[in-house]
């Protein structure tokens, strides 16, 4: 059984189009995150929901949007791709505070062209 | 925010032992530290948490100091298999439960 899943794995897609990624999570968790990993590896957190409310909201553009239809759903809408939007993207959840241990799905490799 | 500075690459061969430090220096009380690893093409996945002081699971030891402004990972006896990127995360309640991960350190392992 897979923890956390993300889908589709491979992404690519031309600029201007809209995408969505969807992740599920059959933990139980009540937290799930989404982060945006670059070329550089640097990996950074974008959203945030607890109990589906959103707790955590970087400065992301607002062509990102996430939504959580319930608490082991948390999917990520992208809105009018860009070339910069070419990352691998993680969804992952942990049981409740943040800092506890986090699972982290296989990523989405999303390329723009 | 905290930020975490870690090193960016390390080598080391089988067998031995590894420490890998990284700095916090703006740690807030509320913070835990955690280190996750990252293979290739693969999500990060947890190594060990710690508040303060020592703590030690199966894979790995956590030392952090009384000014809790660095802790280092050690991983005992490395294998081949621990090549990977290691992150250094802090984790606060400020600011709505904000997470920042290091920029990882690189670690090669030789045989």
């Known amino acids: 059984d897979t923890a956390v899943s993300q889908t589709p794995k491979y992404l690519v897609t031309q600029m201007g189009n809209d995408k969505s990624i969807k992740c599920e999570q059959n933990l139980g968790h009540d937290t799930m995150y989404w982060y945006k990993q670059d070329s550089k590896k640097f990996l950074k957190i974008m959203f945030s929901y607890n109990n589906k409310e959103l707790i955590i909201n970087e400065t992301v553009p607002n062509r990102f949007s996430p939504k959580s239809p319930d608490k082991a759903h948390l999917n990520l809408h992208i809105n009018s791709l860009e070339l910069g939007d070419s990352a691998v993207y993680f969804c992952?959840?942990?049981?409740?505070?943040?800092?506890?241990?986090?699972?982290f799905g296989q990523g989405t490799r999303l390329t723009v062209v | 925010l905290a930020k975490t500075t870690q090193p960016i690459s390390m080598d080391s061969y089988e067998g031995q032992e590894v420490n890998i430090t990284c700095s916090h220096n703006n740690i807030a009380t509320n913070d835990y530290i955690t280190w996750y690893q990252q293979f290739p093409s693969q999500g990060p996945r947890f190594i060990i948490q710690?508040?303060?002081t020592k703590v030690t699971n199966e894979v790995a030891s956590l030392f952090i100091p009384a000014d809790r402004k660095s802790s280092t990972l050690s991983l005992p006896r490395v294998s081949l298999s621990d090549t990977a990127v290691y992150y250094c995360?802090?984790?606060?309640?400020?600011?709505?439960?904000?997470?920042?991960f290091g920029a990882g350190t690189r670690l090669f392992v030789k045989a």
């Open positions: 992952a959840s942990s049981p409740g505070v943040p800092y506890a241990e986090a699972f």
């Open positions: 710690g508040y303060k």
């Open positions: 995360l802090v984790g606060f309640l400020t600011g709505g439960f904000k997470t920042i």
